[in-house]
């Protein structure tokens, strides 16, 4: 886990023209937000976002730096004065982002290309920071969970993709459960079933071989099909493997999907709750006693109704009816981006 030195969240009064930079796992995005105090909030915000190449997604920071330079010049030419900047993470900057309009949220979790989630803790319950002034007396922790590898439940296909993967034995919470991953899990099963003549026949497509030839939207939509002969599945599977299939074995591939997303849903709902538990712990039992709100933010929570419904059914699971009627799980929308900004603007406030 890693400190993240956010000690102030935001509380409604700051007010002021504020710009904030979003590096996700797929987009960048820059944003500009006017922000009002607490009567008006959020007057207007602006944004641009570009997909980002895959080359750089591979490549070195440089780009990165020369992006900070950019922002920098464009500020000066419009005569804006850069006093307060602030470099936060995005799972962080979603948790800043929903305090302001809720200030029950207290974790924050982003299910998207990849994945992370926040908390807020006490900072005398943190060794390294004793003797840390803390205005309120909290911090955020990012838990960086992604990167959780042990005891997970691995099949065969999660490590072959892993010894496959730039970073064998690494993220490997995160290529369970992240957007990623889910519909490489599924072309690897599709792959095996096809070798052993359970799914194509004695032919294997060549097309299916091919990594990451289904993407999780993919398995996403094959999820949503509701039609009696399973058309968009069809349809899908003919883009992903140049071969006709029958209902048969649409009905397999729609399971395989139903399958993956379960488990990657249900173990994000089992990180949710762990969270949960630690600040129950720490609390000495006060945190289940009062409303909790976890705040989430990504394309794939947002966009895969299959999985947010087995996330919220893995959570309402283990912690039992009482508990979790506590427990509200809600959208944060464009919660980093905004949330970059309403940091900016409390730590200007403290600063000047």
Avoid at 280 to 305: C, I
Wanted: charged share 20%; net charge negative.
């Amino acid at each position: 886990m890693i400190l993240s030195y956010v000690d102030s969240l935001p509380t409604g009064n700051e007010r002021g023209l504020f710009y904030a930079l979003d590096l996700g796992g797929t987009n960048f995005r820059v944003l500009r937000t006017q922000l009002g105090g607490r009567d008006e909030r959020v007057i207007a915000t602006e944004f641009e976002q570009v997909s980002i190449p895959q080359d750089l997604m591979c490549g070195t920071s440089e780009p990165g730096k020369d992006i900070v330079a950019c922002l920098n010049e464009a500020m000066g030419r419009q005569g804006l004065d850069m006093r307060v900047s602030s470099l936060v993470n995005d799972t962080v900057a979603t948790l800043a982002g929903a305090r302001y309009w809720d200030n029950d949220v207290m974790v924050a979790v982003i299910l998207g290309t990849g994945t992370n989630a926040c908390y807020v803790e006490s900072v005398e319950a943190i060794p390294k920071l004793q003797g840390h002034k803390s205005s309120s007396g909290k911090t955020i922790i990012n838990t960086e969970w992604g990167a959780f590898s042990n005891g997970l439940p691995l099949t065969e296909y999660d490590r072959e993709m892993d010894a496959d993967s730039i970073n064998p034995g690494e993220q490997l919470f995160e290529k369970t459960i992240s957007g990623m991953y889910l519909g490489e899990i599924v072309r690897r099963v599709l792959v095996k079933m096809a070798e052993t003549g359970s799914l194509f026949g004695k032919h294997i497509p060549e097309k299916l071989q091919t990594p990451f030839a289904l993407g999780t939207p993919n398995i996403s939509s094959m999820q949503q099909d509701t039609s009696e002969d399973l058309e968009a599945v069809g349809s899908i599977l003919y883009e992903a493997t140049g071969v006709d299939s029958n209902l048969d074995v649409r009905k397999m591939v729609v399971e395989v999907c139903n399958t993956i997303a379960k488990r990657g849903g249900r173990l994000a709902g089992a990180g949710i709750v762990g969270i949960l538990q630690k600040m129950e712990e720490d609390s000495e039992g006060v945190v289940f006693g009062k409303r909790m709100v976890v705040a989430m933010d990504g394309g794939l929570y947002e966009h895969y109704p299959q999985y947010k419904r087995y996330l919220k059914e893995a959570v309402a699971e283990i912690l039992g009816p009482e508990l979790s009627s506590h427990v509200v799980i809600e959208h944060s929308k464009d919660g980093s981006g905004i949330g970059a900004a309403l940091l900016a603007a409390t730590n200007s406030i403290f600063e000047h």
